[in-house]
């Protein structure tokens, strides 16, 4: 089974179990479901992004990066402190996009020098955000 189908497989069973789950209580079976979400999320992002269709020297491209000036300003701001990547996004503006800042951050992910620290946030919405830092 490849990365991303174990990915909505997953997502899948995190859905059905929270549909099921009164709201005062997180029964075993979600918090299970999370952590498996959790894992082949990680397994999917360590494979190279690239159509089936696509030569063989664009599937070898997402496997080496190179340290651009916005992957360096990226990183430099998250040794400041760890961020969220809403904290991260206000922190680059206007100097990069919202989505450049993200797609920066999660490149440095799969080169291994940010990782999820495992603690969240939360944002002015109320929703929990998870808190990247550098390796």
Same mark, same amino acid.
């Given at each position: 089974?490849?990365?991303?189908?174990?990915?909505?497989?997953?997502?899948?069973?995190?859905?059905?179990?929270?549909?099921?789950?009164?709201?005062?209580?997180?029964?075993?079976?979600?918090?299970?479901?999370?952590?498996?979400?959790?894992?082949?999320?990680?397994?999917?992002?360590?494979?190279?992004?690239?159509?089936?269709?696509?030569?063989?020297?664009?599937?070898?491209?997402?496997?080496?990066?190179?340290?651009?000036?916005?992957?360096?300003?990226?990183?430099?701001?998250?040794?400041?402190?760890?961020?969220?990547?809403?904290?991260? +996004?206000?922190?680059?503006?206007?100097?990069?996009?919202?989505?450049?800042?993200?797609?920066?951050?999660?490149?440095? +992910?799969?080169?291994?020098?940010?990782?999820?620290?495992?603690?969240?946030?939360?944002?002015?919405?109320?929703?929990?955000?998870?808190?990247?830092? +550098?390796?």
């Amino acid at each position: 089974m490849s990365a991303r189908n174990k990915v909505l497989e997953c997502a899948g069973a995190v859905l059905s179990a929270w549909r099921s789950t009164p709201l005062d209580s997180v029964p075993a079976n979600l918090e299970t479901a999370l952590v498996d979400l959790r894992a082949a999320v990680e397994r999917m992002n360590e494979e190279p992004h690239s159509r089936t269709t696509d030569p063989e020297t664009s599937k070898q491209g997402p496997c080496s990066y190179r340290m651009n000036q916005s992957r360096s300003d990226v990183l430099r701001m998250l040794r400041l402190r760890p961020l969220t990547d809403i904290e991260l +996004v206000a922190a680059m503006s206007p100097k990069m996009s919202a989505s450049g800042a993200r797609s920066r951050r999660a490149e440095l +992910v799969r080169m291994g020098l940010v990782k999820d620290s495992g603690k969240r946030r939360k944002a002015s919405s109320g929703r929990l955000h998870a808190v990247w830092e +550098v390796v």
